[in-house]
Nanobody, 114 residues
Framework: QVQLVESGGGLVQPGGSLRLSCAAS????????MGWYRQTPGKQREAVAT???????TYADSVKGRFTISRDNAKNTVYLQMNSLKPEDTAVYYC????????WGQGTQVTVSS
């Protein structure tokens, strides 16, 4: 069984920064892909960033140059550093890990507002 615990969400002003963390427990290995999605009410969940076991990353066009995904394999933790935040980044952010199937965290709210 795999469990994911997220932290780091909150309220931030436009132009500000937040760092999300997601700690995984269970049968996690360095090769397992991890990443982040986000969802706003009435919309489908949107892929934000992914990182493979060897550190390769992909980003949604809307966050390129502003968000950075990273992982600490020793801690089974994935991070999402979010800079230059915009009101349209407001969403619930979900982390995931792929271990035969995709496991999800509980979600953390990010609100960008003045």
């Amino acid at each position: 069984q795999v469990q994911l615990v997220e932290s780091g969400g909150g309220l931030v002003q436009p132009g500000g920064s937040l760092r999300l963390s997601c700690a995984a427990s269970g049968s996690i290995f360095n090769i397992n892909p991890m990443g982040w999605y986000r969802q706003t009410p009435g919309k489908q969940r949107e892929a934000v960033a992914t990182i493979t076991g060897d550190g390769s990353t992909t980003y949604a066009d809307s966050v390129k140059g502003r968000f950075t995904i990273s992982r600490d394999n020793a801690k089974n933790t994935v991070y999402l550093q979010m800079n230059s935040l915009k009101p349209e980044d407001t969403a619930v952010y979900y982390c995931y890990v792929v271990v035969l199937k995709r496991y999800w965290g509980q979600g953390t709210q990010v609100t960008v507002s003045s």
